[in-house]
């Protein structure tokens, strides 16, 4: 019998996949994995969905592929990438937009410094003082519909939830980013805002051809609005589009 072999890039990726997990396996205690086995692949240019309930390791394994965490065991591959270091990779192509339920909002630090925070590695100390990076500043904020003169000089800790949610995808972006990652980016917000966020999300998908991963433990509601989704539980349940993957059977 004769086996054909499937051609890959030079980082063992196949071509058309910018991201590819393979057997990823992690747990924060001993012989207790949160992800078992875990291997998908992401397109270039897709948006995909992460779905399942608290526990599942939705956020786990988002923070594995940005090189937040190491796993116990399996291998984490891009598309195109040619550097030594994984991480000048993850630092230069993905924007990452964390849980906000997980930053400390007491920390007094304005809009500004907090979008500046994510060209920081680019220009240096206190990159928001610079000419260019505010004028892109202006033109990213005012993108996400929260721009003003006064907006920038506001702390943080004063604004709404989707205000605060729109301003960590305002740092992701400014680096302009080949994969935008976020995690439960609609948690904790009004449903009108829920629907902004995933507006702006689905503009940057189709019109930038931005690849976006996210998590959600919304099976229902946002689940079925996004183009691909994949159920997992610790393990991969099933995946595809959500009209055929969201049944009875996969969600219990």
Known sequence: MEITKIKTDSNGTTPGNLVEASDITFGYAPHKPILENISIKIPKGRFVGLLGPSGSGKSTLLKIIIGLLKPWKGTIRFLDNSSTNPYAYYSKNIGYVPQVESID????????????????DRSGIAPWFSKDADVKMGVILDDLGIYNSEFR?????????????RVFLARALIRKPTI???????????????????????????????????????????????????????????????SLILTKDNLL
Request: contains cysteine; charged residues 25%.
């Open 153 to 165: 000089n506001r702390q943080i800790r004063e604004l709404s939830g989707g205000e605060q949610q």
């Open 180 to 242: 935008l990652v976020l995690d439960e980016p609609i948690s904790g917000v009004d449903y009108n805002t829920r629907e902004k966020i995933l507006e702006i999300l689905r503009s940057l998908n189709h019109d930038l051809d931005m690849t976006i991963i996210m998590t959600t433990h919304d099976l229902g509601g946002i689940g079925k609005q996004l183009p691909w989704v994949i159920c997992m539980n610790k393990i991969v349940i099933a995946e595809g589009d959500p």
């Open 105 to 120: 909002w007491n920390f007094p630090v304005t809009v500004k410094e907090v979008v500046g925070m994510g060209i920081w």
